[in-house]
């Protein structure tokens, strides 16, 4: 039998997962690798760790496979968005660590850009605000501060184009392209054309021949060359982490709306071939494109930067626990979080209030506070963010989300059933949790036809878990009201005198 496998580099690792034409798991690797913080706010990856991780998840995935008489049809990678990789064609050694998503080093000059006025270019050819969140403002610090020169061997793009053309051969003739959701998320991307945008290229400085050549998501990019542990394979879908997860979760339809609660969260919402108005508080993006059939899907979306991340921080940063599965049972030890607040604000905040200058906060503390209540206030703090999206999802495309998919690691039954609680909708979590790579798999298998149609991907769609909203509204709402007074408490903290 031949299975598809998703390659998942995200933030804190990556996992290569195999997927079976019937939509089921035939077995996965992860590696972790190493995070660098050399300054306050500064979040680093070495492009080379990434790569290591990927060809040894590869390599075990495979062994595992062909033990059990399994080939492989296609590769698809899925991503960490807006990290930044720079690197030479030539020799294909990176030219500096690579720019997280998470790295706040260009919120001053995000800061100038606006005072400037070039919000409203920016917002109107890429869906997107001026947020050091972006590739964009990384891209330029790297050429302007970080010692890298723009030249014919100059190659600037996020973690997928790094991996393809690693793996479809590097300096021997490796295909240096990516896609459109990962390039709608650079702040150079016009997502109404669908290309580059020379405009901003040249706003922040950016060579547009350092770039990518961009491709549908659901293409053959290449074939994997000799000497890595898929040689052989097409590669043939690529998608940026979130919009994979919109298209694992089956959410093909407009209107369908999935939260992934990982590192950080991210709520998306399809809505359809008609790219929207800019909406206040969120993001527009490219969903997926497709060369076979030239479908064009985009999606409203809510970044979330802190939740999962909040669980890591009360496990290494307070030591309240060993591993992050306990956060579940400490949490769910005391019936509420006795009034504590937790805003996981520790690099700003994301949709919709878009403040790089807020910081964590923690309010409510008395002397009866414990482990557990903060435990259970970063739970909490998760559904209440998804909710502050939601509500602004609902707002501006006019449509209420009637259920919320969910998925991630975060995605243990208590915050199913807070959410659903909060938003006073069903909330509703997969058998296979790891849509974010599933839908890299159903991606790289639609292009190579191991999926007919995006109808067989949606028939094998499976619910786990699904959570009724049981709680009392009005206590819901009061619970909620005073989250948002912990929020403004911690907004504009870091500019504060």
């Not at 939601?390 to 989300?401: H, I, N």
């Not at 890299?440 to 995006?454: D, H």
Request: with cysteine; aromatic share 8%; glycine share 12%.
């Amino acid at each position: 039998m031949s299975v598809v496998i998703a390659i998942d580099a995200g933030t804190t690792g990556v996992r290569s997962l195999a997927l079976r034409p019937d939509g089921t798991p035939a077995g996965y690797a992860y590696r972790e690798f190493p995070q660098h913080f050399p300054n306050p706010g500064w979040v680093e990856h070495d492009p080379d760790d990434i790569w290591d991780a990927t060809v040894a998840t590869l390599a075990e995935l495979v062994g595992r496979l062909e033990g059990e008489g399994e080939t492989v049809a296609a590769v698809g990678i899925t991503n960490q968005r807006e990290t930044v990789v720079a690197w030479d064609r030539r020799t294909g050694r990176p030219l500096h660590r690579a720019l997280v998503w998470q790295d706040r080093r260009t919120a001053p000059r995000c800061d100038e850009l606006r005072e400037a006025g070039h919000l409203d270019l920016v917002r109107r050819t890429t869906g997107l605000v001026l947020d050091p969140y972006f590739s964009a403002t990384k891209m330029e610090w790297l050429l302007t501060e970080g010692g890298v020169e723009a030249g014919p061997d100059l190659a600037l793009g996020t973690v997928d184009a790094w991996l393809v053309w690693r793996l479809t051969g590097g300096p021997d003739g490796g295909v240096l392209a990516t896609e459109p959701s990962n390039a709608s998320r650079t702040m150079l991307f016009d997502i109404h054309r669908l290309a580059w945008s020379d405009e901003l290229c040249e706003l922040f400085g950016v060579p547009v021949p350092c770039l990518p050549e961009v491709r549908p998501s659901a293409c053959r990019f290449g074939v994997a060359a000799a000497g890595t542990p898929v040689a052989g394979v097409p590669v043939s879908g690529v998608l940026g982490d979130q919009q994979a997860a919109l298209f694992g979760q089956a959410c093909l339809e407009p209107g369908m709306t999935k939260n992934t609660y990982g590192t950080g969260s991210f709520v998306l919402m399809n809505v359809g071939d008609r790219c929207p108005e800019p909406a206040e508080g969120l993001l527009t993006t490219v969903a997926w494109t497709t060369e076979r059939t030239g479908e064009v899907a985009y999606a409203l979306e809510g970044s979330i930067f802190v939740t999962g991340a909040a669980v890591q921080w009360l496990r290494d940063g307070l030591g309240l626990i060993r591993e992050s599965a306990e956060i579940g049972p400490l949490a769910e030890s005391c019936p509420d979080s006795g009034g504590v607040y937790l805003v996981p604000a520790f690099t700003g905040l994301g949709s919709p209030w878009w403040d790089p200058y807020a910081r964590g906060t923690i309010v409510g503390i008395t002397r009866g506070t414990t482990a557990a209540h903060l435990a259970r206030a970063a739970v909490e703090a998760m559904a209440y963010q998804t909710r502050d999206v939601v509500e602004a999802m609902a707002a501006a495309s006019g449509r209420r989300v009637a259920e919320l998919r969910v998925d991630g690691g975060a995605a243990m039954d208590l915050l199913v059933q807070i959410q659903a609680d909060q938003l006073g909708v069903p909330v509703t979590r997969p058998v296979v949790r790891e849509t974010t790579a599933l839908g890299a798999a159903y991606i790289a298998g639609l292009a190579e036809g191991v999926w007919g149609s995006p109808d067989e991907i949606e028939r094998s769609w499976r619910a786990d878990l699904r959570c009724e909203p049981r709680a009392d509204r009005a206590d819901a709402d009061a619970r909620h009201a005073r989250w948002r007074r912990a929020v403004e408490r911690a907004r504009g903290w870091a500019t504060a005198g």
